[in-house]
């Protein structure tokens, strides 16, 4: 079996604005790193005080031999824990174990054109594709949606590709989607990256304009809050609580479960478990509409419940 | 719309989203010129034989599009375009299971084995195995 654990040592730390750091891992026991292709990322384990946190954080650029990674940390308030820790106790030489990289926003090589929308630090896997497909010569095109205050930073991260077809937006309605998903050519794919809202947005307006469900392709971490609930072990016993800024998959972790996890997203499956009783609340790209609608399974990574009790089979 | 070999001009139809072509490679030639323009959205249907839907289908993923973007439908005629393996010449029209090769002259068995990427149907020659041994010519492909 593939080795999938891996101990990072933090080689560098960058403040790009108060709530943004730059952070470069390498390996902390100098075995070479795995090649980390675009939109590839990484999961960290962090120690936050007595809490135990995984978070996924994808690469801002492909690491093929270059023996490290590189990734955004935003700093968010309310934190889900992670990004604090990054922001104020993560120091150069740290090592922090973590996950091989893992690609579940790959792009494709068939396409005729990708058109690549992020949304505030959602820009983080598209650096890499950017970057890996003006490598290649490929047709590609990128707005980022940015809060008015950063559209200089965002600008300042593009510069290396700064161009007709690489544009910032201020503000959400920077920038006209209905007109930008028209007039693409035959053969475009669309990835997104950013906020539900706005990976929502792109989805439901590229499905109304005729596009066809291969070619749009979104990435998502961290869409963890909402309601909370509670959540009962049907077989080791016990509840759990949720709460509002919290995914279940971390309230369980917190709790001493040992629950599966990969991608924290909603995307790979690996989380996937038995619902017994109660309606979960659906925000995962795993499970079919049918599965849903069943209401027998639920990715605790990302989905939540619209009732008060969630009985799983754990 | 495909109208007829023999005429030389398209034919004004009534409406302008209608355009008569005088045959099908004038037909796919514009067809081809039309899609690079085209965008994201964009859904072909196309109906006629099946070597005339597989040529479409080619023209549709030569210019990015996907299966879900364009859907084929046969009508008319079920002859074969006939692909020799010996001499790669394609025998169009054909509607009975033996056929004289247009290039090599070899009598082809005409199989029901249809290549995608060739848009054809394979004909192998009757009597490789056993030379003189052949079977009654039957009309099957009308
Ligand atoms: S961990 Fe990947 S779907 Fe939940």
């Known amino acids: ?314 | 719309m495909i109208e007829g070999h023999s005429r030389a001009i398209p034919s004004p139809l009534p409406e302008e989203t209608v355009h008569g072509f005088r045959s099908a490679s004038h037909l796919l030639i514009a067809l081809r010129r039309r899609l690079a323009q085209e965008h994201m959205g964009f859904r072909l249907y196309a109906a006629g034989t099946e070597g005339f839907l597989w040529d479409v289908a080619g023209a549709c993923e030569a210019a990015g599009m996907g299966k879900a973007e364009y859907r084929l439908c046969h009508s008319g005629s079920a002859q074969r375009r006939i692909f020799c393996v010996h001499c790669r010449t394609m025998t169009d029209g054909v509607t009975t299971n033996l056929v004289t090769c247009s290039g090599c002259g070899a009598q082809l068995f005409v199989r029901d084995h249809f290549s995608r990427r060739l848009n054809a149907f394979m004909g192998f020659q009757i009597d490789a195995e056993v030379p003189g041994e052949t079977i009654p010519v039957e009309e099957l492909y009308r």
């Open chain 1, 1 to 314: 079996m593939i080795q999938r654990d891996i101990a990072y040592r933090v080689r560098a730390i960058e403040s790009l604005s108060p709530t943004l750091k730059r952070i470069v891992l390498e390996s902390a026991t100098g075995d070479p790193l795995p090649v980390g292709a675009a939109g590839a990322h990484i999961a960290l384990t962090l120690k936050c005080g007595d809490r135990i946190l995984r978070n996924s954080y994808s690469l801002i650029a492909p690491s093929d031999g270059t023996g490290r990674y590189e990734l955004i940390v935003r700093r968010t308030d309310p934190s889900r824990g992670g990004s604090h820790f990054v922001h104020d106790e993560l120091t150069v030489g740290a090592v922090l174990a973590g996950y091989v990289p893992h690609n579940l926003f790959p792009s494709f090589s068939h396409a005729r054109k990708h058109l690549l929308i992020g949304g505030g630090v959602g820009i983080t896997p598209l650096l890499a594709h950017l970057a890996a497909l003006r490598r290649e010569g490929a047709r590609v095109e990128l707005h980022q949606l940015a809060a008015a205050e950063e559209v200089a930073l965002f600008t300042q991260l593009l510069a290396p590709w700064a161009g007709d077809d690489v544009q910032v937006h201020g503000g959400r309605e920077g920038l006209d989607l209905e007109a930008l998903l028209s007039r693409q050519p035959l053969g475009t794919h669309v990835y997104v990256c950013g906020p539900a809202a706005l990976m929502d947005r792109v989805e439901g307006m590229a499905v109304a304009l005729g596009w066809p469900d291969g070619r749009i392709h979104r990435e998502s971490f961290g869409a963890s809050g909402g309601e909370p609930f509670t959540v009962r072990l049907a077989r080791s016993g016990g509840e759990v609580r949720v709460g509002p800024d919290e995914s279940m998959l971390q309230a369980l972790e917190n709790a001493g479960v040992a629950a599966p996890s990969l991608c924290r997203g909603g995307a790979c499956g690996e989380c996937l478990t038995r619902v017994l009783e109660g309606e979960p609340e659906h925000r995962d790209h795993y499970l079919t509409a049918e599965e849903k609608a069943s209401g027998q399974f639920v990715m605790p990574c990302v989905s939540r419940a619209h009732s008060d009790m969630l009985v799983l089979d754990l």
